[in-house]
């Protein structure tokens, strides 16, 4: 659990970096905003078996990884 963590971290970290490169700091604030408005909205489309398990954490960090990795492909 706190491995997925803290490769989640690391991947927001990047991804935030590559972000901020290619738009303005208002645009990242808001699109963060709204990723944490719609993220349970998000979640209740998946079954509850998969949300509450371990699977969810692997999957989702790893979700977080590849979008991480197009966002610094994307900047550089």
């Known amino acids: ?10 991947a927001l970290i990047a991804g ?4 901020l490169r290619l738009t303005s700091w208002s645009a ?6 709204l990723s944490l408005l ?4 998000v979640l209740r489309a ?6 509450d398990g371990a699977g969810a954490l692997i999957a ?3 979700a977080t990884v590849a979008a991480a990795v ?4 994307l900047a550089a």
């Open 46 to 51: 998946f079954p509850d078996r998969l949300v």
């Open 16 to 19: 935030s970096i590559a972000a």
């Open 60 to 62: 989702f960090a790893a």
């Open 28 to 33: 990242a604030i808001i699109a963060g905003g």
């Open 70 to 73: 197009a966002l610094i492909w």
């Open 1 to 10: 659990m706190f491995s997925s963590m803290g490769i989640a971290l690391l």
């Open 38 to 41: 719609f993220a349970p909205l």
